[in-house]
């Protein structure tokens, strides 16, 4: 059963700094619930910090244990991540402290992020994305948004992900094999990793691509890591890498906020940990555990996420003909304009000069760009473009432009 609340005396609320949302969340609270949100560097969260709160919202970077919650009075964590592994939640459960996860908050975007990798990559190196095999390991929220969109983009898609059997598979999906992981690296020509990190149970992945799996990858292989950076081994990636055959991208990195600079030189594309970072997914993540956090104390959240989603960051944009380009070129070209890797890229490189590179790490994901998911932007595209149905799929909003000339 929820605890029931008192509101004789008000709420407190440690949150993220970089978290958005949480004051318009708790202006929906009912009822007539007053809560006094503090805010603060969630690396750096310590048990003084927290000692007096109800509640505490923290994202990926902030370990939530023993050692930070301990003679504290916090009732619910909720972490606006997929991923828990942050969180000890046996000692949470063990102390009766109620916990929640934002499954499924950033999926979409981290998959329209793979896209655009899969499209720039293939336009780098003057190869079709058709036809193309995409291993996807991991199939969860992420992973199946992932494969949708590379699906619709003419991949072929195969997936790892010991959890699950095809009857497990949403009919949208349920084309799409289910291998051992050995057997999808034998096939796949790019292998996009969404698993969580875990050390124990039956399929850890922590290191689960060492330096043998790495091997295993085909010639010409893209390998792209948007899960957890010690899923991979990076010192084995490096030693692969130096070896050539193959391209990585890079988003997340085994010892962050501090990232391999011989690594990073080695890598196709390399970014801060923000595959995720679009505004729907943020504000996705927090408005799912403030809804946690209400049912946990005996209270609601009323309205609905939309009603307190800023209205910015959208972009309508013209597709251009491009003569001598092909459909999948100025694809990659469109997709390049609404997440801008490259220039994600330059950031993280410039930032390892700098005096302190992990703060400079911080402080890109704290500063980075509004990045809005497709159906933020309003594509001008010619009524017969062969892209146009393309383009509708992706979820796009498509408005009309002048006939392209061919």
Not at 323 to 334: D, T, Y
Not at 335 to 350: K, S, T
Request: proline share 6%; net charge negative; aromatic share 4%.
């Amino acid at each position: 059963m929820p605890a029931s609340h008192s509101p004789s005396r008000r709420l407190r609320l440690v949150a993220d700094e970089n978290m958005p949302g949480v004051e318009a969340c708790c202006a929906l609270l009912s009822p007539g619930v007053g809560i006094e949100v503090t805010r603060l560097p969630g690396r750096h969260l310590r048990a003084a910090d927290v000692r007096d709160a109800d509640i505490l919202l923290v994202r990926s970077i902030t370990r939530v244990d023993a050692g930070l919650l301990t003679g504290s009075r916090v009732r619910f964590v909720g972490t606006a991540t997929i991923g828990t592994d942050h969180l000890d939640l046996t000692w949470l459960e063990a102390q009766g402290i109620a916990w929640a996860s934002a499954p499924g908050c950033n999926a979409r975007a981290v998959g329209e992020w793979v896209l655009a990798v899969l499209c720039a990559l293939a336009a780098e190196q003057g190869v079709a994305l058709a036809g193309r095999t995409l291993g996807i390991v991991g199939l969860g929220h992420v992973g199946r948004w992932s494969a949708r969109l590379a699906a619709l983009a003419g991949l072929r898609v195969i997936a790892c992900d010991p959890f699950l059997s095809a009857a497990d598979l949403p009919a949208d999906l349920a084309h799409i094999p289910l291998l051992p992981l050995d057997a999808l690296l034998a096939e796949a020509d790019a292998v996009s990793i969404h698993t969580p990190l875990t050390h124990g149970g039956p399929h850890p992945t922590h290191h689960l691509f060492d330096a043998a799996r790495l091997d295993a990858l085909r010639p010409g292989a893209w390998l792209i890591n948007a899960a957890r950076g010690p899923v991979i081994d990076n010192a084995a990636l490096s030693a692969r890498l130096a070896r050539g055959g193959i391209t990585a991208v890079l988003d997340v990195w085994e010892h962050e906020p501090r990232v391999d600079a011989g690594l990073l030189a080695q890598v196709c594309l390399g970014s801060p940990h923000i595959a995720g970072h679009s505004l729907e997914g943020k504000w996705r993540g927090t408005w799912q555990i403030m809804a946690a956090a209400a049912e946990a104390l005996g209270l609601r959240l009323d309205g609905a996420l939309a009603g307190i989603l800023p209205d910015v960051g959208g972009q309508a944009l013209t597709l251009p003909a491009v003569a001598g380009a092909s459909a999948e070129q100025r694809l990659a070209g469109l997709l390049a304009e609404v997440i801008d890797q490259r220039g994600d890229d330059a950031r993280l490189r410039a930032s390892l000069s700098e005096p302190d590179p992990a703060a400079a790490f911080d402080r890109l994901r704290k500063q980075y760009p509004v990045r809005r998911e497709f159906p933020a932007h309003q594509i001008r595209v010619a009524a017969d473009d062969p892209l146009r149905p393309l383009l509708g799929e992706l979820g796009f909003v498509l408005s009309a432009s002048p006939a392209s000339a061919r």
